[in-house]
């Protein structure tokens, strides 16, 4: 269950991008996760709920973009984007492969509710 | 109002690294991060390796761990300072807590300051401490696909420790596959195959130590 501690971090990051607007509250952001970190969206989205009660990203509706790494075989060349996690060359199957890539955690947008649009 | 942003998700764990990291440099103390599984034999290569470098470098250690000192026990009763960093529950460090305590050591007098982590292959893998160098310890007892199966920790070591080795005629595990799944993350990390129960073949991982 990593996804807890990687919530809390997310609370912090947009209710510091909260705060630096001076908005009311949060009501979407997205977030950009590499397969290398291995995080379940859905598992992300229950533990943001919960670590966001009583900060302005309470009640924010979260979206999780999974990103790909890219896997470069260093026997046939072939560049492939696996969506799953890959240990091998899915042209040839050689475990001789470089793991690119996949590794980024970033918060990409934020919808925040300010008070000169109500 | 809808703002684009490319902000970093560990951007407040990653400040507050940054700041340990400018404390050790201005004293120039190098710091180690020691991330594995629960009873990969962290403490024990503390244990054995502390003594190697005895009269060399002055170290002390800082013991992450959810509950108990036994750890840091076991360090402190090798003469090295030692501190227990408690998580009550939290299953890695993060840079705060190790900012707060690093603080409370004598600085002027250390070296190398070597940071245990809580035993978990996932959630420390996140969480940068501010150290100089991250090591991942992996034990043959865990099973020789583990590199596979936690790649991040794999891809942010700067060097991997493979412990445990005089248990090899009773595990299956098989050295060269592990290191294949260690290359396909990472190119550059040495890898130190040792046994810190018998102590064989620390002396490659004790030189690059010295020389960190
Ligand atoms: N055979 C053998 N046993 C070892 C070796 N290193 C550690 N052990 C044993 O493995 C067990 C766990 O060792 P620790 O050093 O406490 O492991 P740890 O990673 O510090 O554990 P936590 O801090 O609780 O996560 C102990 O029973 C050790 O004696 C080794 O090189 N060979
Ligand atoms: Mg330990
Ligand atoms: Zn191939």
């Known amino acids: ?118 | 109002m809808n703002v684009e942003v490319m902000r970093n998700v560990f951007a407040r764990n990653d400040a507050l690294a940054a700041d340990t990291r400018a404390l050790l440099t201005q004293y120039g103390i190098v710091s180690v991060n020691l991330i594995g599984g629960a009873g990969a034999g962290k403490t024990t290569l503390l244990e054995a390796t502390l003594p190697k470098l005895a009269g060399r470098k002055r170290t002390a250690v800082l013991e992450g761990d959810i509950a108990t000192t036994h750890d840091a026990e076991r360090i402190a009763a090798l003469g090295v300072p030692a501190m227990q960093l408690l998580t009550d529950g939290g299953c890695h460090l993060g840079a705060a807590l190790v900012y707060n305590s690093i603080q409370k050591l004598p600085l002027a007098e250390l070296d190398l300051v070597f940071i245990e982590n809580v035993g978990n292959l996932v959630c420390p893998a996140n969480f940068d401490l501010g150290e100089q160098r991250t090591v991942a310890v992996l034990s043959t007892a865990e099973g020789d696909d583990k590199p596979a199966k936690y790649p991040l920790l794999f891809k942010r070591a700067n060097a991997v420790v493979l412990t445990k080795l005089d248990l090899l005629p009773h595990v299956s595990f098989d050295v060269e596959q592990c290191i294949r799944y260690i290359r396909q993350l990472n190119e550059a990390a040495p890898i130190f195959a040792l046994s810190a129960k018998t102590g064989d073949s620390l002396d490659d991982w004790v030189t690059w130590l010295l020389s960190a």
């Open chain 1, 1 to 118: 269950m990593h996804e807890f501690s990687i919530a809390t971090e997310l609370v912090a990051a947009v209710v510091g991008e909260a705060e630096r607007h001076g908005a009311r509250r949060v009501e979407r952001l997205e977030c950009q996760c590499g397969a290398m970190r291995q995080i379940v969206p859905a598992m992300l989205i229950d533990a943001f709920e919960l670590a966001a009660v009583d900060t302005l990203a309470e009640g924010a509706q979260l979206t999780v973009k999974t990103v790909p790494p890219t896997v470069r075989c260093r026997d046939c060349g072939a560049e492939t984007q696996p969506t799953d996690w890959a240990v091998e060359c899915p042209r040839c199957t050689s475990l001789n492969i470089a793991v690119e890539g996949g590794d980024e955690l970033l918060l990409t947008s934020v919808t925040l509710e300010v008070d000169d649009e109500r």
